[in-house]
């Protein structure tokens, strides 16, 4: 069953996800060379006290810390620690979430750590980042869940290939359902799967996480002993972006974009919805 959200609980995610928003400015100006995965796992820690909202991946099936920091070769799921120090050259994904008055907010931003990155990483983030806009931009009315997929693919399939010779599509992991839970049906591919259909048609109320992951090089991964850290098996650098988006009557709306989403979704020509706290 997909859960279809009234306007009330949509604007109940919007606070959600502007904390979300808020988690990812501080973590943006945390992440700097020195500073470890645990420093800023505690800067959003407090961003999330400091709004009375509570972290929805601390606790989730055990997970240990308030945010994701994936380094480099880690596509997702980093667990923030003391060990991992940042220095200039790496990129990290920093996937974040909250829940005010039971509703979550979930989102994810890749991040430049001091100077140094090979061109074809900053082209890979903003890839990767673009890939997910034109998913955003395909959540209308009418359409269907695989033309998101299509969307996100056939945007990363039509630029230049990489040094590398091929972006990576990460398989095994994607977008989902959010709302009351932080994962719920429907499961988002980032690609176009015959085998799975067209999914469910995208109908007001639906709430989804948007959230192409993308490698240069494989779109194979594999999961570390400590049952969360997923790196790619080639070990070529991954970047991972996120938004949760609900589609409403007037069009989406971006609820972990600060400005709703509405400067990127004109550039697709898309109006985005209004944002129901002003």
Known sequence: MLEIKTPEQIAKMRAAGLVVAAMHAACREAAVPGATTKDLDEVAAKVLADHGAKPNFLGYGGFPGNICTSVNDVVVHGIPNRETVLKS?????????????????????TVFVGEGHRPELHELSRVTEESMW????AMRKGNRLVDISKAIEG????????????YGIIEDYGGHGIGSQMHMDPHLLNY???????????????????????SL????????DDDWTVKTNDGSWACHWEHSVALTEEGPLVLTAPDGGRAKLAEYGVTAAPDPLG
Not at 134 to 137: E, F, P, Q, V
Not at 155 to 166: C, H, T, V
Not at 192 to 214: H, N, T
Not at 217 to 224: E, P, Q, Y
């Open 89 to 109: 050259g790496d990129i990290i994904s920093i996937d974040a979430g909250a829940i005010v008055d039971g509703w979550h907010g979930d989102a994810a931003i």
């Open 134 to 137: 034109a998913g955003i931009a």
């Open 155 to 166: 945007y990363i399939r039509r630029q230049p290939r990489p040094a590398s010779g091929r």
């Open 192 to 214: 176009v799967d015959r085998r799975r259909g067209r999914g469910p048609r995208l109908v007001p109320g639906m709430c989804l996480a948007i959230e192409p992951m993308v």
């Open 217 to 224: 090089g494989t779109a194979k991964t594999h999961v570390l």
